[in-house]
């Protein structure tokens, strides 16, 4: 048995106030609630109560239930023989105290054949994992050895293109942010065995959970998919994953430069035409390089992109601009504008 795997049975209930999880409902509300007898139920009267809340969809109640069975009663319910209370207890793992010690025992469910419990597992790990910073790991004493251990796991499952889609592009995020738990704040998750796999979700996925500023291997390998990859979705979080960092004061050089001409001119044409699926965010992204790129055809494709945005993201696109230090697409857009209308008033004079 892994260490990661015995961790829920070590510890058990023991775990000290100080370790206690922090979930949506507040685990110091909880044990208030605890203190005044509201959860005062026997365990597996606890366990009725998550799986009567589960169906009924009584949020609170779920929460209370899943907080009163704790890690070491979850993990339990999750081998349940009894679909319901598995269900239930898959999807209740965030709100357990020390909930990241069902890391183990939430990854052997994903890479089951069961779906349903598979994407449920995979959706608790991913949330688990997204309250893990870096400072609550220091503050719950985990060692890096055991959450090498949960990346590793979660890595594989991510990696694994007999996996349920959904589970793997989860499975993504957890390594992600597992590993910004780390003293060595890694990725995570290895970028080329997801990013040129066949699946154009896991690969879009990959690009999208990129930090930033990327490394010289990821610009390389994003480029060459900005450029390359079959799908335009894909190509277009690429170009987020190089351009993204623009707002935030990176140089544009190194993203152009991966990007190249041929994945400049491709952002162009995805600026014209947007595909379905790419989303607004990573086009606003991508459009950065673009506008960093200053040259004529460049700008015409930011006025055109301008113009189909609804106003809302329209606001976003300006303001991440500004923010890069580039030229205020709605001035270029009304220049542009201006010139074809003087254009047209010569051509009419002529």
């Known amino acids: 048995m892994s260490m990661l795997a015995n961790i829920t049975e070590s510890r058990g209930e023991r775990a000290p106030a100080r370790a206690r999880r922090r979930v949506t409902a507040s685990a110091a509300v909880l044990a208030v609630l605890a203190g005044a007898g509201v959860l005062a139920a026997a365990p597996e009267r606890a366990s009725g109560r998550l799986v009567s809340a589960f169906f009924s969809g009584d949020e609170l109640e779920f929460r209370r239930a899943g907080y009163q069975l704790g890690a070491s009663g979850l993990a339990a319910e999750i081998e349940s023989n009894q679909r319901a209370r598995s269900l239930a207890a898959l999807r209740a793992a965030p709100h357990a105290e020390d909930a990241w010690t069902l890391l183990a025992p939430l990854a052997a469910v994903a ?10 597992s995979s959706r608790s790990a991913a949330a688990i994992a997204s309250e893990l910073t870096r400072a609550e790991a220091l503050r719950l004493d985990i060692p890096d050895a055991l959450l090498g251990e949960a990346i590793e ?3 594989e499952i ?86 993204g960092g623009l707002a935030l004061g990176d140089d544009p050089e ?10 400049l001119s491709r952002l162009r044409k995805l600026l014209y035409d947007p595909p379905d699926g790419a989303g607004s965010a990573a086009l606003i992204d991508a459009a950065l390089c673009a506008a960093a790129a200053g040259d004529e055809e ?6 055109r992109f301008g113009g189909l945005l609804e106003p809302r993201f329209r606001d976003v696109f300006e303001s991440r601009a500004r923010a890069a230090g580039l030229e205020d697409p709605a001035k270029v857009e009304a220049e542009d504008e201006a010139e074809e209308q003087a254009r047209g008033r010569e051509r009419q004079d002529g």
Do not use: I, W
Not at 111 to 120: E, I, L, T, W, Y
Not at 200 to 224: D, I, M, N, W, Y
Not at 254 to 263: H, I, K, N, Q, Y
């Open 298 to 303: 460049s700008q015409r494709a930011l006025a």
């Open 153 to 155: 796991e979660y890595r």
């Open 254 to 263: 190194p993203a152009l430069d991966a990007l190249g001409d041929g994945g």
């Open 158 to 243: 991510a990696a694994d293109p007999g996996r349920f889609t959904d589970v793997r592009v989860n499975a993504l995020e957890t390594t992600r942010a597992l590993g910004e738990a780390t003293q060595s704040r890694t990725v995570g998750f290895r970028v080329e065995a997801v990013a040129l796999g066949d699946d154009p979700e896991v690969r879009r996925a990959a690009f999208e959970l990129l930090p930033t500023p990327l490394s010289a291997r990821h610009l390389t390998l994003a480029g060459e998919r900005a450029q390359d990859d079959p799908d335009p979705a894909v190509a277009a979080a690429a170009m987020q994953a190089l351009c």
């Open 111 to 120: 890479r089951g054949p069961d779906r349903p419990k598979a994407v449920a």
